[in-house]
């Protein structure tokens, strides 16, 4: 929530009104500050009480139903913080933060659709916030505009290239075969984040497709390491060792997997490793 106070704080810049603070209805200045002491104390129930009656005096200041909407949301009422950053819209419809934060509101609601529209809005009222492209890259893959996405997190990464933009651009990357620029991008990744799972996992998939079974078989095993858990890694694992006819080791990792399906009542796949697993048997 950090990062988002920091968001909006940049996005509202240029919307601070003429009328200096001090002339503001004192209780209205109380109501805010008492509401943003309470943000700082992890309170957000009281943060929103005080927020209430700072809107009960003055209803047309869009930033308080931000900052009501904003406590909400860290609530989990993503419905009344829609509401808010929706009122907030209504009352100053050319403040990126409102259209910033309700596509935020509309993500966790799952209406992605819109959210897009609400991060399009953010981005022509206000093009400099590089987190936005992010944000609308994530909505476009869930989308299927793959294309688009790329296109958004590569903007992120000119700017200022991270984890996220790395690892969403390789997941939309996939999605549209192109396994090479994947795999880069999940390289890139791991370079920010080196004990983590998914990219692993996920470019061991990559080269998979690209039949690199020997880089395969290593990087599932590298994401195996950080989460012996996974039947998915091992199942993978196995078959990459099967296309190298390495069998007993693909059966010892499809064994495994077998059982970890087992285990998490994953009947699907649990019944596909054991037909796979008699067909190696005679080859092991």
Known sequence: MKKILLIITVLCLSLIPSVSFADENYMLKEYIQQGHIYTQLNRPNKAIECY????????????????????KFDLGDYKGADKDFASAIAVNPKNAASYYMRGTSLTALGKYKEALNAYNTTIKLNSNVIDTYLKRGQIKIILG???????????????TPNFESYAYRAKARYNLNDYKGAIDDYTEAISYSLGDYNSYYNRGLAEMKLQDYSKAVRDFGRAISYDKTSADAYYFRGLSQGSLSKYKKAVKDLEKAKTLYYKKGDTANYQKTVKFLDKLQNKK
């Open 52 to 71: 209430t009656k700072a809107l009960q005096i003055d209803p047309k200041r869009s930033e308080i139903y931000l900052y009501r909407g904003m406590e």
């Open 145 to 159: 505009d793959y294309y688009g996405a790329v296109k958004d997190f590569t903007n992120v990464i000119n700017v």
